[in-house]
């Protein structure tokens, strides 16, 4: 990293469409500031999916490892088309309003979930998880789980709000009180999630 360690820099970017991953950006603006091994990205800010982005984040290269912090905001995001474009995901359609801070150490994927921490809360409104039909199950067990329906149009869970804080410690994510609201039920989900081990413990 020493190269960076020397870099002296400060300046401005505007770029009015970029696709990053398929992901469809517009009106991406940022200021680039380089001193004395931090390396900045304060602030950034775009369109994306109806909604908007906002953050920064400051990568610390002095060490032998560098340090990453990053702040984001999302606001009124349409979550379906951004995972369909990103992931190639179809399981969530809403309206998104998201708020992380996150810190990791490393260059590596494997370094980085080791050293992931942070807290956030992803609130989704207006939507519905597509793939499974609560409702259906607390009313009918048997044919939610397919073995009435064989045909017919894919399952789902529509929600007024779907609401996950969370934190992060060294690569494991934990929420509390995930909660899903909606006309037919209420949800609440707790447990965590081990990035590095990948395993999975939610009740």
């Known amino acids: 990293y020493t190269p960076l360690r020397q870099l002296v820099m400060s300046g401005n970017a505007a770029i009015g469409k970029l696709k990053v991953n398929n992901a469809e950006l517009e009106d991406v603006n940022l200021k ?25 984040t400051v990568v610390n290269v002095k060490g032998d490892s560098p340090v990453t912090d990053v702040q984001l905001n999302l606001d009124k995001v349409q979550v379906h088309p951004l995972l369909k474009d990103l992931a190639d995901k179809d399981f969530l359609e809403g309206t998104a309003k998201v708020q992380i801070v996150l810190s990791m150490t490393g260059d590596g994927p494997a ?15 207006d939507g519905a998880i597509i793939g499974v039909d609560l409702a259906q199950m607390a009313r009918n067990i048997k044919a939610a789980l397919g073995g009435e329906v064989k045909h017919g149009p894919k399952p789902r869970t529509d929600f007024s709000e779907l609401l996950v804080p969370f934190t992060m410690d060294n690569g494991v994510f934990h929420t509390s009180e995930t909660t899903l609201t909606s006309p037919l039920l209420r949800l609440l989900a707790a447990g965590k999630a081990d990035l590095v081990k990948e395993t999975l413990d939610f009740r």
């Open 111 to 125: 370094r980085i979930k080791q050293t992931l921490n942070g807290k956030g809360s992803l609130l989704f409104s």
């Open 32 to 56: 680039i500031a380089a001193r004395d091994g931090v390396l900045a990205l304060d602030p950034l800010t775009m369109k994306l999916y109806q909604g908007t982005a906002a953050g920064k």
